[in-house]
């Protein structure tokens, strides 16, 4: 499978990225070995975790899924085979912390998930979420100290609004520091507006990785939810609420025509979308069972048309734009 450059790193990355916060949370330990099995099996290699997956989970503390990709990846024994991409400065449990992007929690952070995942490096390690109480010049050189010592490869930011991501990377340009390759924004066929007017540009201009998370606007764009009575049916029911409206349903037809045309999942139809997205490198999705990761796995193997585009474009499209 063709590879894309993230950013401007080393790391080559097939288009899609499996999701892991669902990895000892509603996918268990052998499920979630049958799962990266067959992903990796399909040519993919980006694997996405974070050191506070699943702290949400009544009895979970955090690093649950790091800790199950650990085991794999000792099972397996094939570390160069796989890109892992790993977050840390979000609040875990008091047991593991409470949350930073200081120089001293960040190299805390990332011996504690390296422990977890039994690796001696992280290919991709980001900022959860920005630190406003921490200065950007001491989190980017705790992480270029990282790179300097070999336990990480690169490094990104997640959830940062664009002031923050501007202002890191003029710092880093003018620091001589190690500068974010990637960028992970929320961003999907119902959520496009944010990340379109106001992150986008910085992207495309720096030259950023693009890592979108609830690419599948957590489930809905699967086209499963079709009224409240279907909430119950995923732990994330809740999360679509807001989506359940004429236009989120109209884009959910609009897929659905789409993946009727190519005789695929309308999960695949929502994922190719966005892979092909000019500015996006590998959009983020998670299963937790074979056979949805099969539907995840074939937009991979699918070209939308120029029509088919045109078609998501309009249907998605939001105030003060037009469709592109």
Known sequence: MQKRRLGRSDLQVAPLSFGGNVFGWTADEETSFKLLDGFVHAGLNLVDTA?????????????????????????????????IATKCGMKMSSELGVGSLSKKYIFEAIDASLKRL???????????????????????EAFTD?????????????????????????????????????????????????????????????????????????????????????????????????????????????VEQVAERQKVSPAAVALAWLMARPSVTAPIASATSVDQLENLIQATKITLSDAEMKALNYASQYEHTAAT
Not at 52 to 69: D, F, L, N, Q, R
Not at 119 to 138: F, K, R, S
């Open 51 to 83: 050191d506070v997956y699943s702290v949400w989970a009544p009895g979970h503390k955090g690093g649950e899924s790091e800790t199950i990709i650990g085991k794999w990846l000792k099972k397996r024994g094939t570390r160069e085979d796989v890109v």
């Open 118 to 140: 039994q690796t001696d490096y992280v290919d991709l390690y980001q900022a959860h979420t920005d630190d406003p109480n921490t200065p950007l010049e001491e989190t980017l």
């Open 146 to 254: 990282l790179i300097k010592q070999g336990k990480v490869r690169a490094v990104g930011a997640s959830n940062h609004k664009a002031p923050r991501l501007t202002e890191a990377l003029r710092i880093s340009e003018q620091n001589g520091f190690a500068r974010y390759e990637s960028l992970q924004p929320e961003y999907n066929l119902l959520e496009r507006s944010n990340y379109e007017t106001k992150l986008e540009h910085i992207c495309v201009e720096h030259e950023l990785g693009v890592i979108s998370y609830f690419s599948l606007a957590r489930g809905f764009l699967t086209g499963k939810y079709k009224s409240e009575s279907d909430l119950s049916k995923s732990p994330r029911g809740d999360g679509v609420t807001k989506y359940m409206n004429d236009r989120g349903f109209k884009i959910v037809r609009a």
